[in-house]
């Protein structure tokens, strides 16, 4: 009984925010394989694949060098039907897609 109304003391002093976790692609440092790579899969391969002359976007050293050069991170903020807009064809990637692959870039772009 007592282990019971502890617990009830405890769980109702938590707000719902922190019950509530933080999905891990919007945090601060987002993973390369959880949060990274599935922008790219679903945005960019159609045109960026290993055998595209338009740039390979297919694995992590290519994205890699795309995000740190800074190229792909300008072209996914211009405004969309820009010259240079990417994703050509599809709508401008939203928000936290462009914020995750910010943080990504200035955490060093890790292989994670």
């Known amino acids: 009984m007592r282990y019971s109304l502890s617990l009830l003391v405890i769980l109702s002093s938590?707000?719902?925010?922190?019950l509530t976790p933080i999905p891990i692609c919007e945090s601060d440092?987002?993973?390369f394989y959880t949060c990274v790579k599935p922008i790219m899969d679903n945005h960019c391969l159609g045109c960026h694949s290993a055998a595209s002359p338009n740039g390979d976007l297919s694995d992590?050293?290519?994205?890699?060098?795309y995000v740190i050069n800074g190229d792909l991170l300008d072209r996914i903020q211009r405004v969309e039907g820009a010259a240079g807009f990417m994703p050509l064809g599809d709508n401008k990637l939203d928000n936290v897609q462009?914020?995750?692959?910010?943080?990504?870039?200035?955490?060093?772009?890790?292989?994670n």
């Open 14 to 18: 938590c707000t719902y925010n922190e």
């Open 29 to 31: 440092t987002p993973s």
């Open 60 to 65: 992590y050293d290519a994205i890699r060098y």
């Open 98 to 111: 462009i914020e995750t692959l910010i943080k990504w870039k200035n955490n060093g772009a890790p292989n």
